[in-house]
């Protein structure tokens, strides 16, 4: 059975950091891609990065880009996602989805049960 835990959210200030951890089991980590996707509150799920099954290649949201780094380890099954410069706009709840095939796409087969992250003074 495919499990997906995530953890590493909380609650901070605006222009602070945190990073996501995804631990991954059930499945062979190392051959797929790994997305994060989002939800903010009262919105639809919004996609914020993937990197392929290497770890070699990663695509980011303009919204996030240049202030957020996907990144995994496979020898230790986990993905990461590493926020900084956060904004109120950032808040929402953080889910790792596996895809299906080792290239990020949308088509994601397994999700976690998300971690919440609020930003606010």
């Known amino acids: 059975e495919v499990q997906l835990v995530e953890s590493g959210g909380g609650l901070v200030q605006p222009g602070g950091s945190l990073t996501l951890s995804c631990a991954a089991s059930?499945?062979?980590?190392?051959?797929?891609?790994m997305s994060w996707v989002r939800q903010a509150p009262g919105k639809g799920l919004e996609w914020v990065s993937g990197?392929?099954?290497?770890?070699?290649?990663?695509s980011y949201a303009d919204s996030v880009k240049g202030r957020f780094t996907i990144s995994r380890v496979n020898a230790k099954r986990t993905l990461y996602l590493q926020m900084n410069s956060l904004k109120p706009e950032d808040t929402a709840v953080y889910y790792c989805?596996?895809?299906?095939?080792?290239?990020?796409?949308?088509?994601?087969?397994?999700w976690g049960q998300g971690t919440p992250v609020s930003v606010s003074s």
């Open positions: 989805a596996k895809d299906v095939g080792s290239w990020y796409s949308s088509a994601l087969d397994a």
């Open positions: 990197i392929n099954s290497g770890g070699g290649s990663t």
């Open positions: 059930g499945f062979t980590f190392s051959s797929y891609a």
